[in-house]
């Protein structure tokens, strides 16, 4: 008989919490206000879907909640860190150790092969073991057999494959996609996000996820619409297919 000894580890918080936000930037034709006062949750391990008009924020937003974008003002506070007063450097190892990043245009480096391109991130945060642990993620997404390749030569999917490895590779605790399928056929697309919440799902990742797709959008916990640079407050009383911004629904999709 063994004995077990139960383990008691604190809740984890990969909460994102931003009131308030602004971000309003200076061009050669003036200033542009692109966020207006965002107050939005998103609690530990939940799934979030943004959905709204193009040029609505989506993006912007994401990129505040990734720190790579600084609010001009209001509160952002993403597992615990205040943004706010962190400096470009300290945003940039809370990045590299705390968010995956996932984009419709997979940024990927095109001379290194689909392994390094896995590897090399987590060798730069200290992983000892890092061309392992980014040959067993790219073999978790269907990938063992390109290894060697370089982006040049893989599909858009395979690509996109490549990215998920690298994003989930440091097991984040915050997961960000930027349509994340935008670039992708319907089928391969909906590989994809199969992919993406599987692998979310193992890691214990809170998710935010742009989507144009109202189907997709419904595959999180919650959907939030942006609009004008604002969180419209109840997206739950308006139909996914006005909410979706999209002309028209394909029909066979959920209503
Ligand atoms: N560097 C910048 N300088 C000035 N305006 C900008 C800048 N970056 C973005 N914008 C403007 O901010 C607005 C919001 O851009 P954002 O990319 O966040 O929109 P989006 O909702 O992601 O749109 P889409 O669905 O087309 O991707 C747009 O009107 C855009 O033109
Ligand atoms: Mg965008």
Known sequence: MTNRVTQVSPAPDYRVEMAAVEVTLSGVSGTVDILRGVDLTVRTGEAVGIIGPSGSGKSTLLMVMAGLEQATA?????????????????????????VG??????????TMTALENVAVPLELAGHRDSFDRAEAELRSVGLGHRLHHYPPHLSGGEQQRVALARAFAPRPALLLADEPTG?????????????????????????????HDPALAARCDRVVRVQDGRIVPDPAAVAPAVMSGVPSVPSGLPA
């Open 74 to 98: 209001g509160q952002v506070r993403v597992c615990g860190a205040d943004f706010t007063v962190m400096g470009e450097d300290a945003l940039a190892v809370f990045r590299r150790d705390h």
């Open 101 to 110: 990043v996932v984009f419709q245009s997979f940024h990927l480096i095109p």
């Open 183 to 211: 670039n992708l056929d319907g089928t391969t697309g909906t590989a994809i996000m199969d992919l993406l919440f599987d692998r979310r799902a193992a890691a214990g990742s809170t998710l935010v996820l742009i989507t």
